[in-house]
């Protein structure tokens, strides 16, 4: 079982900078997409950012151009860097390694970020 844990959510102001991180147990994480999900209250789980194990990336409209998702296979983390957030960007925030359709994802358990003056 990988075990997925984030760091760095809370309070920040809107064009301030934040950066999320997500640690695995494992380096097997490295094999399979990782990528960063949020929910807003009320609202379903949206993707952010993923990144393959080639390194293409892929990020949701709403936050091209003020996130980048980053890997550091050496620590097993995969990172979001978050420029100019937004009040809309307040959510919690999920890290997620998809190993493919016929397996279970893995999920962190989330880091809530607040995007408010």
């Known amino acids: 079982q990988v075990q997925l844990v984030e760091s760095g959510g809370g309070l920040v102001q809107p064009g301030g900078s934040l950066r999320l991180s997500c640690a695995a147990s494992t380096s097997i994480v490295r094999l399979y997409t990782r990528g960063w999900y949020r929910q807003a209250p009320g609202k379903q789980r949206e993707l952010v950012a993923t990144?393959?194990?080639?390194?293409?990336?892929n990020y949701a409209d709403s936050v091209k151009g003020r996130f980048t998702i980053s890997v550091d296979n050496a620590k097993n983390t995969v990172y979001l860097q978050m420029s100019s957030p937004k009040p809309e960007d307040t959510a919690i925030y999920y890290c997620?390694?998809?190993?493919?359709?016929?397996?279970?994802?893995?999920w962190g358990q989330g880091t809530r970020l607040t995007v408010s003056s």
């Open positions: 990144v393959t194990r080639d390194g293409s990336k």
């Open positions: 997620n390694v998809d190993r493919g359709r016929n397996y279970e994802s893995y």
